[in-house]
């Protein structure tokens, strides 16, 4: 579902809405020192070439061989980049075996939902982390979800809370979304601290029109930057990011 995956999310305005609120809250939430990086479910490299831009050596993990090949081709062909990314074709499960570290700094972007266990990702992830070290960590927020199939008319699928997708044909509602509760109790469980957090998409995705011109799109960033680690608006975004810290 590679192809999939860049036409719907990333070549789609609510891609690139992601990416530039990525771009501009990062920053905000992590501590950079230009430490070694594992980026974990890299997809198609975006993240991986971000930092990478920004001086680390990156660890991109993957476990589609044509995911990962989009991402290769891509950073590959950005020769100030390329040589400072190294890339993996495994799954976050075998992360104890392809890259043990610990690491100081993980991202792991959209991919606990897509997992059937998605608890213990988490412990794993806190397993591979240094101690002190940062965690960005991305998920698909269940809260928003059911607040998305009201606004869309799907009342009785949002009263019933069947919100899950069923991983079967091309469909891209994940298999487990998660609720802000359920990674407050989870880290605690793990060893993780949740150090910050902030809402990807907290506006967009309930627009009645969407943003068509550029003037709209500035404005509806500026709203998102604006608001997104702001209670209760972050609450509603359609990712929630958070910044989590490995404490023992």
Not at 71 to 89: H, L
Not at 114 to 127: E, H, I, V
Request: aromatic share 8%; glycine share 8%.
């Amino acid at each position: 579902m590679a192809d999939k995956f860049a036409r719907s999310l990333y070549d789609a305005p609510r891609g690139a809405l992601r990416l530039a609120l990525l771009d501009a809250l990062l920053p905000e939430m992590l501590t950079f020192d230009q430490q070694p990086v594992l980026d974990v479910g890299g997809g198609l490299g975006q993240q991986a070439a971000w930092f990478a831009r920004r001086g680390h050596a990156v660890t991109l993990a993957e476990p589609s061989g044509d995911m990962l090949a989009c991402a290769q081709r891509e950073i590959e062909g950005q020769e100030a980049i390329k040589a400072r990314v190294r890339y993996v074709q495994a799954p976050l499960q075998r992360l104890s075996q392809v890259a043990p570290g610990p690491w100081a700094l993980i991202t792991c972007h959209a991919v606990l939902e897509w997992l059937g266990d998605p608890r213990a990702a988490l412990y794993q992830l806190s397993q591979r982390l240094a101690p002190g070290g940062q965690l960005s960590l991305m998920v698909f927020n269940r809260d928003a979800l059911r607040f998305s199939n009201v606004v869309k008319g799907n009342m009785h699928k949002a009263l019933s809370d069947e919100l899950e997708g069923l991983g079967k044909g091309q469909r891209l509602t994940p298999i487990s979304p998660l609720t802000h509760a359920q990674i407050e109790q989870w880290s605690g469980e793990v060893g993780l601290t949740l150090a910050h957090v902030a809402g990807i998409r907290i506006f967009q995705d309930y627009l009645r029109e969407p943003a068509a011109t550029q003037a709209q799109r500035s404005t509806l960033f500026a709203l998102e930057k604006a608001y997104a680690r702001v209670d209760p608006h972050w609450r509603l975004g359609r990712y929630l990011l958070y910044t989590l810290i490995k404490t023992a």
